[in-house]
Nanobody, 116 residues
Framework: QVQLVESGGGLVQAGGSLRLSCVAS????????MGWYRQAPGKQRDLVAS???????NYAESVKGRFTISKGDAQNTVYLQMNNLKPEDTAVYYC??????????WGQGTQVTVSL
């Protein structure tokens, strides 16, 4: 199994920045990939950004140029630096990890609210 603990959400004004952190109970090398999804009220959960154990990254079109995903030195932490935040970025952000033995694992979610 993989346990994930997220932190860093909050309330910020449009144009501001936040950094989300996700600490896994295993290194990213053993779980292949980590990343972030988000879910706004009444909408489906969508991929925001992901990073593989080799460092390859992938971003949703809506966040390219504003968000950056990176790995921590300890190799079990992933960060999502979010700059120039917009009200439409408001959502619950979920860290994920996997596939690990065929399964994906999820964090508890952290709320990001961007006000005008």
């Amino acid at each position: 199994q993989v346990q994930l603990v997220e932190s860093g959400g909050g309330l910020v004004q449009a144009g501001g920045s936040l950094r989300l952190s996700c600490v896994a109970s295993r290194t990213i090398f053993s779980i292949n990939a980590m990343g972030w999804y988000r879910q706004a009220p009444g909408k489906q959960r969508d991929l925001v950004a992901s990073i593989t154990s080799g460092g390859a990254t992938n971003y949703a079109e809506s966040v390219k140029g504003r968000f950056t995903i990176s790995k921590g030195d300890a190799q079990n932490t992933v960060y999502l630096q979010m700059n120039n935040l917009k009200p439409e970025d408001t959502a619950v952000y979920y860290c994920y990890a996997g596939p690990f033995y065929g399964r994906h694992y999820w964090g508890q979610g952290t709320q990001v609210t961007v006000s005008l």
